[in-house]
């Protein structure tokens, strides 16, 4: 069955050094694969998304994330984190037909320290 | 323009009382999603329509569960006989035309349902 694991409840990162959030996924096909975020107010957003080609996807507010096929992995990145960062980040896969069924990992939330 | 839009924002009901939850997706969308997020579940798929046929209902977690979509935009999430373990905040989505590759899903601010 699908399945995608985040394997970090919380991370804490110091505002201006770099974040890896890791996200290990299971599924038989070539995945469609994503990274959301959700702050307190804003609601749940999509960050970036892979499909096929490149395995290093840029995303919005700075994120990037490198698909790894041969480690079931789609780790996302920031070189330097803001304050603003301080969310909760949610991987998730596209299963089904179409892959329309988005399964979700647990979320990592994190927190950014001055 | 608008974004998703869902009513109520809180809804508190008694175990056993059916409710209904509805979502007014962003106009010209024609791919329409339900999600559950629990504590004890993290983030959930329940339903998806593309117009208003659901081509997979394979989340919907029991019968109790049921959602229709009209029109192609406004679509309610009905659960009857509530349980205490459907407590949560349901999230609608839209996009604009189903296609996975091309389409981002937009998440409205979710209904929060409490079952006393």
């Known amino acids: 069955a699908q399945s995608v694991t985040q394997p970090d409840i919380h991370i804490t990162v110091s505002e201006g050094a770099s974040l890896e959030l890791r996200c290990n996924y299971s599924?038989?096909?070539?995945?469609?694969l994503f990274w959301y975020v959700q702050s307190p107010g804003q609601g749940l957003q999509l960050l970036l998304k892979y499909f096929s080609g490149d395995t290093l996807v840029q995303g919005i507010k700075g994120f990037e994330a490198e698909f790894k096929r041969s480690q079931s992995s789609f780790n996302l990145r920031k070189p330097s984190v803001h304050w603003s960062d301080a969310a909760e980040y949610f991987c998730?896969?596209?299963?089904?037909?179409?892959?329309?069924?988005?399964?979700f990992g647990a979320g990592t939330r994190l927190f950014v320290k001055a | 323009g608008a974004g998703v839009s869902q009513s109520p924002s809180n809804k508190v009901t008694e175990k056993g009382k059916d409710v209904e939850l509805r979502c007014d997706p962003i106009?010209?969308?024609?791919?329409l999603y339900w999600y559950r997020q629990s504590l004890g579940q993290g983030l959930e798929f329940l339903i998806y329509?593309?117009?208003?046929?659901?081509?997979?209902k394979s989340g919907l977690p029991s019968d109790r569960f049921s959602a229709e979509r009209t029109g192609g935009s406004v679509s309610t999430l009905t659960i009857q006989r509530t349980q205490q373990e459907d407590s949560a905040v349901y999230l609608c989505a839209s996009s604009p035309t189903g296609g996975v590759r091309t389409d981002t899903q937009y998440f409205g601010p979710g209904t929060r349902l409490t079952v006393l």
């Open positions: 599924y038989g096909a070539t995945p469609y």
């Open positions: 106009s010209g969308h024609t791919a």
């Open positions: 329509f593309q117009g208003n046929s659901a081509p997979d």
């Open positions: 998730a896969v596209g299963a089904g037909t179409g892959g329309f069924k988005t399964i």
